[in-house]
């Protein structure tokens, strides 16, 4: 494992969210938090720009709008160090949709985060301050750990209630994370035994191999890549894997999902929570490597802002499969954002504990 690759066991708890969400809201003009209004969750990350809007219901949450775009924020990092200009652009456009829909929503409680692109460029305070004066968002860039903290959250009631835990994953664009989820008893909560970031993502990895014309050998080259960097991590936590299952939260494995359900068109609400064994994912796999660029383009789960990215997302979750060969998967098109909004609706008291 390089330097750079974090690896921790049984982390602390994560501070409190509530002081920057208050800031944010009173940034954005919006009233001071009262535990029980309109609750926001945005997500910035080296790829995409999500937000969720939602109110608590039924000691969980009703989602009443949301919004995605793909900004390719992390585009260049890894070759300048910084966010281009045209990144900045396309971030900024993104960020006054999502403030404009807080707004018109009356969202009172926020939390504002960014990832990996962030943390990596040199020029990203600049960039927030441009932000903030640009859209009045200002931007919290979290760490690793919070990361995967949040992954875990948003994702974990899609172990399956049986399941003594999961190994879940999140791809993103310039990061990936990992983490082992267990149960001491069988109905017990579900708890992170271990954890881990890798400095790699889908945009790092397609810039780094390619992403338009893939071959056989750069393919497994990014694979090769992947598995030099989940070596320490799977030695260690890669063992008694028994009453396990994958648990996956990106595009790459919603996109798997849709494929394998033969879509015309990507559909969260058929996607999320559903499971493919270990033959099937090699089957959707096998099947996006045979598509050319063209061909990805006009699939109607791929699209023009992800026919570049897929494979190399491919390649790291073919070299997560290797490290923690178990036989089924189940995917998650939820994560960070749903992670924060559950967190924020328990610290204001809004919905329990399970």
Request: proline share 4%; net charge neutral; aromatic share 4%.
């Amino acid at each position: 494992m390089n330097d750079d690759t974090l690896c921790r066991a049984d982390p602390e708890p994560r501070g409190s969210p509530q002081e920057p969400a208050m800031t944010m809201a009173r940034a954005l003009g919006e009233s001071p938090v009262d535990g029980s209004g309109v609750y926001a969750a945005l997500d910035l990350g080296t790829n995409n720009c999500r937000l969720l809007i939602a109110c608590p219901a039924n000691g969980s949450f009703r989602v009443i709008d949301s919004f995605s775009r793909i900004v390719r924020l992390g585009e260049g990092i890894s070759s300048t160090g910084c966010i281009s200009e045209a990144a900045i652009e396309r971030a900024i456009a993104a960020l006054i949709v999502c403030r404009d829909k807080m707004r018109a929503r009356k969202a009172d409680r926020l939390r504002l985060i960014a990832t990996e692109a962030c943390r990596a460029a040199s020029n990203s305070e600049s960039f927030r301050s441009r932000v903030a004066a640009a859209t009045g968002i200002e931007l919290e860039v979290i760490d690793r750990e919070t990361e995967a903290a949040l992954a875990v959250v948003g994702c974990s009631p899609l172990i399956h209630p049986k399941a003594r835990g999961a190994i879940l994953f999140d791809i993103g664009g310039g990061s990936t994370e990992l983490v082992r989820i267990e149960r001491d008893r069988e109905g017990g909560e579900p708890h992170t035994k271990a954890w881990m970031s890798l400095p790699i993502g889908v945009v790092t990895l397609a810039e780094r191999f390619g992403g338009h014309d893939v071959t056989p050998q750069s393919y497994t080259a990014m694979i090769e890549e992947v598995t030099a960097n989940l070596g320490a991590f799977a030695a260690q936590h890669g063992f008694n894997l028994y009453g396990m299952h994958l648990l996956g939260t990106s595009g790459t494995v919603t996109t798997l999902g849709g494929l394998h359900l033969g879509l015309a068109r990507y559909d969260r609400r058929k996607v999320d929570g559903i499971w493919m064994n270990d033959i099937e994912i090699t089957q959707a796999i096998a099947r996006l490597c045979g598509m050319d660029y063209q061909k990805r383009v006009a699939n109607g789960c791929i699209g023009a802002e992800r026919a570049d990215l897929v494979l190399a997302g491919c390649a790291i979750l073919d070299a997560i499969r290797r490290a923690f060969p178990l036989p089924r998967l189940r995917v998650a098109d939820r994560g960070l954002r749903e992670g924060m909004l559950v967190e924020m609706m328990r610290e204001d008291g809004v919905i329990q504990l399970n």
